[in-house]
């Protein structure tokens, strides 16, 4: 700015003027002072005028999985809501690494943002600790962690698995395959518990499918392990816990001469548009991320805002229902009536 000011032949209060009061300098003044920003190539720096002003307008996101399009709704609920409160959100991606997570969090601790949304696959517990020790506010995204000092906002995957199976019973199926990986991911753990009380409920045979890859390589492996049960065990529907592990069985399970849903039905958990390029629609569960990144705005928002009357909460999202060829078949082509 002084630089700015010298090139112009004026005082520093006026290039400030320029910068946030345009209205109270000279026409003639501020074409000048322009000119000089534009010569020198200056840009202020917004997050020192914040901290100088004793305020910050920036949130920081970190997202276990950029790949994952649950977590790309996420982003883009959370930068419309910030948006709408006249804040600005960063953004970065730990890649499913628990230590650049860790990496991500000390960045956004350093650069003194007003608060942190995180979503992670497993515990955060020793990174949140650390930045609520230095008391700034978190809130925890499609994780339930069970803190007592920070908000939560979750998908219900308990009933998201309960939906799908409820569905394929409904459908008529009576033989059902979960297919999933261990429960130490706490989505894979809800959504196994949900299918379980569909199936109890409904009275009917649940064979659950232990998997080492959630995604669509893990396909191979399942459909294996189908073709291995004894006929009368064979199931007639496939609720895999992931989108993506959907689709593998899917293309498995065609190259083994199966039609789906002919033969059996088949459908996803995680509503990952990844997932939905293939030959036969996929069924699936919607996460409603947009919903979840906006309310993870709103908390944070209140909490910064009003931080001595701000009540920790936890906020679940219900999921829904998104029926596909799948598990229902084509729909008939329209017929001319004359």
């Not at 700015?4 to 032949?9: D, E, F, P």
């Not at 230590?99 to 942190?116: K, M, P, T």
């Amino acid at each position: 700015m002084a630089d700015v000011a010298a090139r112009a032949g004026v005082s520093l209060g006026t290039v400030s003027h320029v910068l946030n009061h345009p209205e109270r300098v000279k026409e003639s003044t501020r074409l000048r002072v322009q000119d000089a920003i534009d010569a020198l190539g200056f840009v202020r720096n917004a997050q020192a005028r914040s901290l100088a002003a004793g305020e910050n307008r920036t949130i920081g996101l970190v997202l276990v999985d950029l790949g994952n399009t649950l977590f790309v709704d996420i982003a883009r609920g959370a930068q419309q809501e910030a948006t709408a409160c006249g804040m600005t959100l960063l953004l970065a991606n730990s890649d499913n690494d628990d230590a650049l997570q860790d990496v991500h969090l000390d960045f956004f601790e350093g650069a003194r943002v007003s608060g942190i949304l995180l979503a992670p696959m497993t515990d955060p517990r020793t990174g949140v600790d650390r930045v609520r020790r230095r008391g700034t506010p978190v809130v925890v995204l499609n994780y339930d962690a069970g803190r007592p000092d920070c908000c939560t906002v979750l998908v219900d995957n308990e009933r998201a698995g309960h939906l799908a199976a409820r569905h394929m019973i409904d459908l008529g199926h009576r033989r059902l395959a979960f297919v999933a990986g261990r429960d130490h991911l706490q989505p894979v753990r809800d959504r196994r518990r949900g299918v379980r009380r569909a199936v109890a409920d409904a009275g009917v045979e649940l064979v659950e499918i232990p998997v080492g890859d959630l995604s669509a390589r893990g396909g191979p492996a399942a459909v294996a392990q189908l073709a291995a049960l004894p006929a009368g065990r064979r199931p007639d529907a496939v609720i895999a816990v992931t989108d993506l592990l959907g689709l593998g069985v899917v293309q498995e399970l065609g190259r083994a001469g199966l039609a789906v849903p002919g033969d059996i039905a088949v459908m996803g958990c995680d509503y990952d548009k990844r997932a939905w390029g293939g030959s036969v629609p996929l069924t699936s569960v919607r996460m409603p991320g947009e919903e979840v990144g906006a309310a993870a705005v709103r908390l944070l928002v209140d909490e910064v805002s009003a931080p001595g009357l701000h009540r920790h909460e936890t906020v679940v999202v219900p999921p829904s229902l998104v029926v596909r060829e799948s598990s229902a078949g084509r729909a008939p082509a329209p017929t001319d009536v004359g």
